[in-house]
């Protein structure tokens, strides 16, 4: 059965609007500054444990013997965890609120990261490496419908700040990891991170705790729990799902293959382990700039094709310099790779930017990472694969420009400025599925 959507600038009401508080329903300050700083603590939190094993992969080896064929799985965990949550965590929002699910999330990642480095063996290490992914995962999907929630009339600036922080906490474990392994060792080196995870945990703590109270006096707290009979949305009845979708295969294929793949290139071609993890970590702050004005720019522009494809052909510029260029021009050549980042900040910005609703932007959060995420876990596997096939890094760089094409007609497919819920067949009655 077939939902009409009622025009939300009409006086009419939306039964879907559920990202604008009722009168009598919006948060109170405390617990919206509450919400403000959990979503910063969870987003610095949030790549610590994806971008701090490979720079030390080698001073792990005594320990645990990694190979070609597993520190490819070991790059690929980070996108099957999260794509994982992608099809999961829908069907979770609709049966829990968001603001538990994070604090899930958030304990989820501390255990994986507290596990895995007390691992004595390959096999558990990477499950529990997957644990932690899962957990960011769950992370991932729910951040941008608690922002719209919340922050409605912010959604760029609260975007801009927590996609930053994703990149200042990519940029510190990669620099750091090195030098604490040496002083206090790999496991150290790996497992600190979680206290971050653990001071993100707080706020939400706070939160529930605060809500529970609420919820015992007369007027319940504020919720976007559906109530039965709303509408159902289906992205992939939308080409906005499967252009995003392959945004984020195209940027995340080629970020993770980096961030796995990165020091070792480097160092294959003459430059020593510290000088490998710094340049990721160089690869991973160049990430901070994009991160912060990528989303302010594109909340204003309608079509904004064109910017972000200029960041795609920044992907494409530093991968021919790292190939062709001498080795003490890699700063360079890394930065530009970089500047490719902005495509990742684009794409969690565009989740909100195409949907009217809470609702619409969870289901489109989870199905666009879920299928990009699950495409690209193909990209840290394979570029490993086909080097050692090949004994080359070209073929390797190859099959990201391949990458780099499915991101492009991603965004030509998102680039018109129309909503999710208001295509044909995107909407279906809860009680009536068609």
């Excluded at 968001?98 to 596990?115: M, N, W």
């Excluded at 795609?312 to 980042?341: D, E, K």
């Excluded at 666009?368 to 495409?375: D, F, K, T, V, W």
């Excluded at 991603?410 to 009655?429: C, F, H, K, T």
């Amino acid at each position: 059965m077939q939902v009409s959507v009622i025009d939300p600038t009409s006086t009419g009401q939306n039964p879907l609007n559920d990202s604008l508080p009722k009168r009598g329903q919006r948060p109170l300050i405390a617990g919206r500054l509450l919400v403000f700083m959990g979503i910063l603590l969870m987003a610095l939190s949030a790549r610590l444990a994806v971008a701090g094993v490979s720079p030390i992969l080698t001073a792990m080896t005594g320990d645990l013997p990694f190979d070609a064929t597993s520190i490819g799985l070991l790059g690929m965990l980070p996108t099957a965890g999260f794509a994982l949550m992608g099809f999961l965590t829908p069907q979770l929002i609709r049966r829990i609120r968001l603001e538990p699910l994070l604090l899930a999330s958030i304990l989820l990642a501390v255990a994986g990261q507290l596990g895995r480095a007390m691992g004595t063996n390959l096999a558990v290490f990477l499950g529990l490496s997957l644990l932690t992914m899962v957990g960011l995962g769950l992370g991932n999907i729910v951040l941008p419908p608690l922002v719209k929630k919340y922050f409605p009339d912010r959604v760029g600036l609260l975007t801009a700040l927590y996609v930053t922080l994703f990149a200042i906490s990519t940029a510190l474990a990669p620099q750091l990891a090195v030098p604490i392994a040496e002083s206090a060792g790999w496991r150290v080196s790996i497992g600190i991170w979680s206290i971050v995870g653990v001071v993100a945990a707080l706020p939400w703590i706070v939160l529930l705790v605060r809500d529970r109270s609420a919820r015992q006096a007369p007027s319940p707290p504020p919720t976007d729990d559906l109530p039965a009979g709303l509408p159902r949305v289906r992205p992939w009845r939308s080409p906005i799902g499967w252009g995003l979708a392959l945004i984020f295969a195209g940027c995340s294929s080629n970020t993770f293959a980096l961030f796995t793949w990165l020091p070792a290139v480097l160092i294959d071609r003459g430059m020593n382990p510290g000088t490998a993890g710094s340049m990721l970590a160089l690869f991973a702050i160049i990430g901070l700039p994009t991160s912060l004005v990528v989303p302010l720019l594109v909340a204003r522009m309608p079509r904004p094709f064109p910017i972000a494809l200029s960041f795609t052909t920044m992907f494409a510029v530093g991968y021919a310099g790292l190939l062709l260029a001498p080795t003490n021009s890699a700063p360079f050549w890394v930065i530009m790779a970089g500047l490719g980042q902005g495509t990742y900040s684009f794409a969690l910005l565009m989740i909100n930017k195409r949907t009217r609703t809470t609702t619409g932007s969870g289901a489109l959060s989870g199905f666009a990472q879920g299928i990009g995420y699950s495409l690209a876990c193909l990209g840290p596997l394979l570029f490993g694969l086909l080097q050692d096939l090949s004994g080359t890094w070209v073929t390797s760089f190859a099959m990201l420009g391949g990458w780099l094409l499915a991101l492009t007609a991603g965004l030509l497919m998102i680039n018109q400025p129309r909503m999710l819920e208001d295509g044909p067949g995107v909407l279906v009655d809860q009680t009536r599925r068609s």
